[in-house]
Every structure is written in C-alpha cells, then in structure tokens.
C-alpha cells in the first residue's frame, strides 16, 4: 500500500545576509517517505511571506531521489527585497536596534513521483526568527 510523503517541519531557519537591499533566509524543510520504496522529488514551489507580507516565491525544479522510510532535509534559500518588509531604511534601523523577530510564513506544495504516479504534498509553516 502507497502513503503520501510528510511534511513535517523547516529547521534551521536562519538569516545569512541582512543589508539594506536584500534579506537571505536560509532553511531546511523536512519530509518524511513512509514507503519502502524510493520517491523522486520533483519540485518545491513555495510562496513566502515575511510579517505577513508576501514577499517571494521559491520553485526548485531538480529531481532529487529519496530513500523509502527516511526522513529527508531540502534546502531552501530565499532572498527577499528588504523595501518589501520595511517602509524605508529607518524602519530596518529601528527593528535592528530593538533586535525584533521576522515572521516566515511557507506555504505551497512539493510534487514527487512514485512508481509512475505523480502527488503534492502540501506545505503550510509559520515560524520566528530573531535579528541580531
């Protein structure tokens, strides 16, 4: 019997480069393939938001094969226009100096192929990460 993969978290989230152009957020979404067999993950298509603001969209297109009964970690690297979170450069410089947290919201889907059957998993994250 087939069982859809599992998305079970993102780990790691991190931002790697904070200037006044440009936010990277780095992350690893973790999923699960319950199957005995092997899956091929097909795409990742996220849309992000950061403060509840849409900021970007990720799709990844490279087939990567997963191991059946494994937990597995995708890497996702986002980079955000800082003008979209923040009105201006003051108000990146005032959350700074109070060393704030930005809300990450993923959601989407990641498509696989098993056994000549193609499925999406559903996405659906929120989470914080701190500024220093």
Known sequence: MYEDPEFRDIENLA??????????VTADAVLYNP??????LNEIDLN??????EVNHFKQTKSSKING?????LPVEISVPTK?????LL????VLQNKK???????GQVRFKAIGIN??????YEGTIGIK
């Open 69 to 73: 009964r494994k937990e597995f970690r």
């Open 48 to 53: 992000i938001s950061v403060n509840n603001v």
């Open 119 to 124: 499925f999406k998993v559903p996405v659906d």
């Open 15 to 24: 931002i790697k480069k904070f200037s006044k152009d440009e936010i990277v």
């Open 91 to 94: 108000s990146t410089l005032a």
């Open 35 to 40: 199957n005995r067999v092997s899956i091929t």
């Open 101 to 107: 947290e930005l809300e990450i919201k993923y959601e």
């Open 84 to 88: 979209k979170i923040f009105d201006n």
